[in-house]
């Protein structure tokens, strides 16, 4: 591993720069000593316009269409991968053989089998990864486990955890049409089939297509199900159903269900995950959270703060305990730390803790496809159902292969 002079400035170079990636990137600047050096996407017109950006910043970095040329050339330190999730596994791994060190967006992966290769390539690279899971570096989050775990609540039986996402409206059926000038379509559909140019499939809605993404159990699952499994300190599931379907639009043009229901069975305890678009009120009153529900009293946390809801005459309710940081930018000096050390232990959403919630999102995304109760056999890292085998691994097209490590 690289260990950074404590005087040097971390050289950092973003591939997809749209939307989270550009958010990404400007909490990465905003860490002293650190510069962008290289911008990577598909799209001219984004290009264009994060450069003048940058350079109303005071960087001049260079551009690039193939993140391949840009990690061959440019003289990187750090990469951050905000590409569409179908290129995670694939984009981080590159980088990671070029020598980076890589900050890449969440979901990890966009199936179980590349999780794995994820895993297996930070073993044998030993780069820092840190996960676009940036909650685990906010201090409400943090305190509110730090409570479930000194067990006030009392026993607790059940987690709920969910997204009621009031603006996320239908998907309208679009006609396939000419690729946009400056897009690099071939390129951005890289190892999914090819299809014609529609625009749901493009910016920001290619997250409601199987291809390309896991709708919002892998959108804001991967967030709130990770904290759901932090709190009761658990690991894999003995058993994961999942129910529902495009109830709200059932002519929506995208793949993903708009209502989900998913239980993962543990050991004394049930955590459910519900997500439902077009409806703002969710359990509690939040669009989002999730609840540690004890016998004394329950936690409910979200992105704005944590409280304590008592059970009568068993506990005393806590007030509302109000977010106090930028969990992003929070995050981000973390993983700078965490490069300048050279030790991929010190970062907070590590790949491997990231692999395992991505991999349950991908295991309740898996049930509701096949529409069976299924059953996870971690000695051999397979389900007990054949079915459901067939979509541990994301096929690859194009001359893409998923790459192959060794010990």
């Known amino acids: 591993m690289t260990h950074y002079n404590l005087n040097k400035t971390i050289r950092v170079g973003a ?3 749209k939307g989270m990636g550009w958010n990404n990137l400007q909490a990465i600047l905003k860490v002293p000593d650190v510069t962008c050096v290289a911008i990577c996407d598909i799209d001219d017109l984004v290009l264009n316009e994060r450069s003048k950006e940058l350079e109303e910043m005071g960087m001049k970095p260079k551009w690039y269409k193939d993140h391949k040329k840009m990690l061959s050339e440019a003289d990187i330190d750090v990469v951050i991968v905000a590409t569409p999730d179908h290129w ?51 201090k409400h989050f943090n305190d509110a486990v730090k409570f479930v775990h000194s067990g006030k609540l009392g026993k607790i039986r059940t987690v709920k955890s969910w997204a009621y996402l009031g603006w996320k409206k239908r998907v309208p059926e679009m006609p396939d049409g000419p690729v946009p000038a400056g897009v ?53 599931p003995t058993a994961i159903m999942a129910m529902g379907g495009k109830f709200a639009y059932p002519d929506d043009a995208g793949d993903t269900p708009d209502t989900l229901t998913a239980v993962y069975e543990f050991d004394g305890f049930n955590i459910v995950w519900e997500h439902a678009t077009s409806i703002s009120n969710g359990p509690y009153g939040r669009e989002h959270g999730i609840a540690f529900i004890g016998d004394k009293g329950t936690l409910v946390l979200d992105r ?16 509302v305990q109000p977010k106090v940081d930028n969990g992003l930018e929070r995050h981000m000096v973390n993983f700078i730390n965490a490069v300048r050390d050279g030790n991929p232990r010190h970062v907070h959403a590590p790949i491997q803790q990231a692999a395992h919630i991505a991999k349950l999102s991908q295991m309740a995304n898996i049930a509701y496809r096949t529409g069976d109760k299924l059953i996870w056999d971690a000695t051999n890292n397979m389900f007990e159902q054949e079915e459901a085998n067939k979509l541990l691994t994301a096929t690859y097209h194009n001359g893409y292969q998923l790459p192959h490590f060794k010990d």
């Open 15 to 17: 591939i997809g720069l």
């Open 88 to 138: 995670h596994c694939l984009q981080a791994i590159d980088a990671m053989q070029a020598g980076k060190d890589v900050y890449v967006e969440k979901p990890l992966a966009n199936s179980i089998g590349e999780c794995d290769l994820l895993i297996q390539a930070q073993h044998k690279y030993q780069r820092v990864v840190q996960v676009g899971q940036w909650q685990r570096s906010q």
């Open 184 to 236: 690099d379509y071939l390129t951005w559909q890289g190892p999914a089939a090819r299809r014609p140019f529609n625009p749901n499939r493009f910016h920001y809605n290619f997250r409601w297509y199987w291809e390309y993404a896991g709708g919002l159990m892998t959108d804001w699952g991967v967030h709130l199900l990770d904290y759901a499994l932090l709190g009761m300190k658990a690991s894999t």
């Open 304 to 319: 704005g703060g944590w409280e304590v809801i008592a059970e009568k005459d068993r506990m005393q309710s806590v007030p």
